[in-house]
T-cell receptor
Framework: DTAVSQTPKYLVTQMGNDKSIKCEQN?????MYWYKQDSKKFLKIMFS???????INETVPNRFSPKSPDKAHLNLHINSLELGDSAVYFC????????????????FGEGSWLTVV | QKEVEQNSGPLSVPEGAIASLNCTYS??????FFWYRQYSGKSPELIMS????GDKEDGRFTAQLNKASQYVSLLIRDSQPSDSATYLC?????????????FGGGTRLMVKP
């Protein structure tokens, strides 16, 4: 079973559309994340949720709205898509929030390739 | 100034050689350091973590940390073609309640048979 799964894996859409990416983890972790990886491979955190509560919001446009219905799910909704939103979006989870250490590894999903045309 | 810097490469080494990947970071209070491997089109996978100065060995991988110089490296001994991937250095930059890793841009390693 995949530990962190996200759908869809590939998404091609037109500018101005609204789209969602879903993420689920079956690791029993309390903390989930969304990361964005651009074409230059830089992986940047967007959001962090702990037990359904927003912990970190890293200067992401408010067209991006995460939703966590329960601690095992963290979905990402994007309104009015722009060309610059094209990237790979990775969902991730860790056991708890706080400093990463050997017991608090971050596990990544397989990524969702978003292309805005 | 970027918070975590890596040479983007590609770093090309022959099979069986030692590959040396380097990373510098800007925040002196960083406490946790990680190396992730990312194959093309795949998700990052944690391969090494290091928290104190010195060397940490795990199989063919050795992580080296020098907090005074704000430098962390990864050595891969007996490099194999299957090691060809992008290696991402990640550092916990902020000492806050959030589990935030800041990633470098990655170094692409190519191991030639």
């Amino acid at each position: 079973d995949t530990a962190v799964s996200q759908t869809p894996k590939y998404l091609v859409t037109q500018m101005g559309n609204d789209k969602s990416i879903k993420c689920e983890q079956n690791l029993g972790h309390d903390t989930m994340y969304w990361y964005k990886q651009d074409s230059k491979k830089f992986l940047k955190i967007m959001f962090s949720y702990n037990n359904k509560e927003l912990i970190i919001n890293e200067t992401v446009p408010n067209r991006f709205s995460p939703k966590s219905p329960d601690k095992a799910h963290l979905n990402l909704h994007i309104n009015s898509l722009e060309l610059g939103d094209s990237a790979v979006y990775f969902c991730a989870s860790s056991r708890w929030t706080g400093l990463p250490n050997s017991g608090n590894t971050i596990y990544f999903g397989e990524g969702s390739w978003l292309t805005v045309v | 100034q970027k918070e975590v810097e890596q040479n983007s490469g590609p770093l090309s080494v022959p099979e069986g050689a030692i590959a040396s990947l380097n990373c510098t970071y800007s925040d002196r209070v960083s406490q946790s350091f990680f190396w992730y491997r990312q194959y093309s089109g795949k998700s990052p996978e944690l391969i090494m973590s290091i928290y104190s100065n010195g060397d940490k060995e795990d199989g063919r991988f050795t992580a080296q940390l020098n907090k005074a110089s704000q430098y962390v490296s990864l050595l891969i001994r007996d490099s194999q073609p299957s090691d060809s991937a992008t290696y991402l250095c990640a550092v916990n930059i902020r000492d806050n309640a959030g589990n935030m890793l800041t990633f470098g841009g990655g170094t692409r390693l190519m191991v030639k048979p």
